[in-house]
């Protein structure tokens, strides 16, 4: 039975069960080495971790609680903090205990925006304005909460043409904030198979991207990606089991009308049987030599494979045209690792299966 985690976003590192690998860039790394490590045994050197605090600092809201890169479980606190200088340290508590207390305090209709720039927070109508002027004595930047950058100070009824140039391009932002959410929910769920009923569209291009490397609890959403075992998962949250390779649970499976061995019977005759799943990714070399042998290889193969499929999903969903337009605004496409022909002409199919006489 495997075991399920929540998301990944790094790259799929090849290794073998002695070595420590950096789960983004593949180098090797000492068993006391100091860079982040999460419970599930995923680590990485002190300049991709170093990357990691980037990545949290530049959108703070959209990354507590701290999850590990690779499989999105949660981290111990110290492990991340042990990154920290004494100022990033400082700014940190800040932005844990702003976001600790405002989640009680929030009603439906408010949200909690928060300046890239500084660590103040503010509590505004669901529907406010996507400019956001910061009022922290120290700080007093304009800022843009769709892009995160800044955006030109005007203080008088006359801007100059630079400013409203930029403040064009901000326009823009708020003309494409849809439509840059449905790309980023399509480029997630590449990462994972999400519950079908909370799909959020103001983030559909972000879940797709991240889906393609997860793949979530058919009954309460819960995501992660599966270790080394079988495709039988049990949901450590619900207790649901579903099958990893169609994301399925079991009461939905194909198998025999007869049957009485559970999901164990969705694997039967899989070979044969184009609606059943094999029990281990390793077995699909058998059948479709496109399949590697080796398990991790086979399920970064996987989750390459959904993510493209994802992908096509949300270019046939929203076009060609409104993809490239958030893409020229927000390169989501650019840096998904994916390029237009793979996503567009690749054949992804899962499995090719033999002509059967």
């Given at each position: 039975?495997?075991?399920?985690?929540?998301?990944?976003?790094?790259?799929?590192?090849?290794?073998?069960?002695?070595?420590?690998l950096c789960e983004?860039?593949?180098?090797?790394?000492?068993?006391?080495?100091p860079g982040i490590?999460?419970?599930?045994?995923?680590?990485?050197?002190?300049?991709?971790?170093?990357?990691?605090?980037?990545?949290?600092?530049?959108?703070?809201?959209?990354?507590?609680?701290?999850?590990?890169?690779?499989c999105c479980i949660?981290?111990?606190?110290?492990?991340?903090?042990?990154?920290?200088?004494?100022?990033?340290?400082?700014?940190?508590?800040?932005?844990?205990?702003?976001?600790?207390?405002?989640?009680?305090?929030?009603?439906?209709?408010?949200?909690?925006?928060?300046?890239?720039?500084?660590?103040?927070?503010?509590?505004?109508?669901?529907?406010?304005?996507?400019?956001?002027?910061?009022?922290?004595?120290?700080?007093?930047?304009?800022?843009?909460?769709?892009?995160?950058?800044?955006?030109?100070?005007?203080?008088?009824?006359?801007?100059?043409?630079?400013?409203?140039?930029?403040?064009?391009?901000?326009?823009?932002?708020?003309?494409?904030?849809?439509?840059?959410?449905?790309?980023?929910?399509?480029?997630?769920?590449?990462?994972?198979?999400?519950?079908?009923?909370?799909?959020?569209?103001?983030?559909?291009?972000?879940?797709?991207?991240?889906?393609?490397?997860?793949?979530?609890?058919?009954?309460?959403?819960?995501?992660?990606?599966?270790?080394?075992?079988?495709?039988?998962?049990?949901?450590?949250?619900?207790?649901?089991?579903?099958?990893?390779?169609?994301?399925?649970?079991?009461?939905?499976?194909?198998?025999?009308?007869?049957?009485?061995?559970?999901?164990?019977?969705?694997?039967?005759?899989?070979?044969?049987?184009?609606?059943?799943?094999?029990?281990?990714?390793?077995?699909?070399?058998?059948?479709?030599?496109?399949?590697?042998?080796?398990?991790?290889?086979?399920?970064?193969?996987?989750?390459?494979?959904?993510?493209?499929?994802?992908?096509?999903?949300?270019?046939?969903?929203?076009?060609?045209?409104?993809?490239?337009?958030?893409?020229?605004?927000?390169?989501?496409?650019?840096?998904?690792?994916?390029?237009?022909?793979?996503?567009?002409?690749?054949?992804?199919?899962?499995?090719?299966?033999?002509?059967?006489?």
């Amino acid at each position: 039975m495997s075991t399920l985690t929540e998301p990944p976003r790094a790259t799929t590192v090849t290794k073998t069960k002695d070595e420590i690998l950096c789960e983004t860039c593949g180098d090797q790394l000492e068993p006391d080495h100091p860079g982040i490590q999460c419970v599930q045994g995923h680590h990485y050197c002190t300049e991709c971790s170093a990357n990691i605090v980037r990545l949290f600092f530049s959108e703070p809201e959209q990354n507590i609680p701290l999850r590990c890169q690779k499989c999105c479980i949660e981290l111990i606190p110290n492990v991340f903090e042990r990154q920290l200088t004494e100022e990033q340290l400082g700014i940190y508590i800040n932005h844990i205990l702003v976001f600790s207390l405002a989640k009680g305090f929030l009603r439906g209709d408010e949200r909690l925006d928060h300046c890239p720039f500084c660590t103040n927070a503010v509590i505004r109508n669901i529907h406010a304005a996507h400019i956001f002027y910061c009022d922290h004595p120290e700080c007093g930047k304009v800022s843009c909460l769709i892009c995160r950058k800044a955006c030109p100070k005007i203080e008088d009824d006359y801007a100059m043409d630079e400013e409203i140039a930029e403040m064009e391009k901000h326009f823009k932002c708020a003309e494409l904030a849809d439509d840059k959410h449905e790309l980023d929910r399509y480029v997630e769920l590449g990462q994972k198979v999400p519950c079908p009923t909370c799909a959020d569209d103001k983030h559909e291009l972000d879940r797709y991207v991240e889906l393609g490397q997860k793949v979530p609890c058919p009954t309460c959403g819960l995501a992660g990606m599966k270790d080394d075992a079988c495709t039988h998962m049990t949901c450590p949250k619900c207790s649901q089991l579903w099958c990893y390779f169609c994301g399925k649970k079991v009461e939905d499976c194909e198998r025999a009308r007869d049957s009485n061995n559970g999901i164990f019977d969705h694997n039967h005759n899989w070979e044969r049987n184009p609606k059943r799943c094999p029990m281990y990714l390793t077995q699909l070399s058998e059948l479709d030599n496109r399949w590697p042998e080796d398990e991790f290889e086979c399920l970064a193969m996987l989750h390459r494979n959904r993510s493209l499929r994802l992908l096509r999903e949300a270019f046939e969903k929203l076009g060609e045209e409104r993809i490239k337009q958030v893409d020229d605004h927000f390169n989501t496409i650019t840096t998904c690792g994916f390029t237009y022909e793979e996503i567009l002409e690749e054949d992804h199919t899962l499995i090719k299966y033999p002509q059967i006489s």
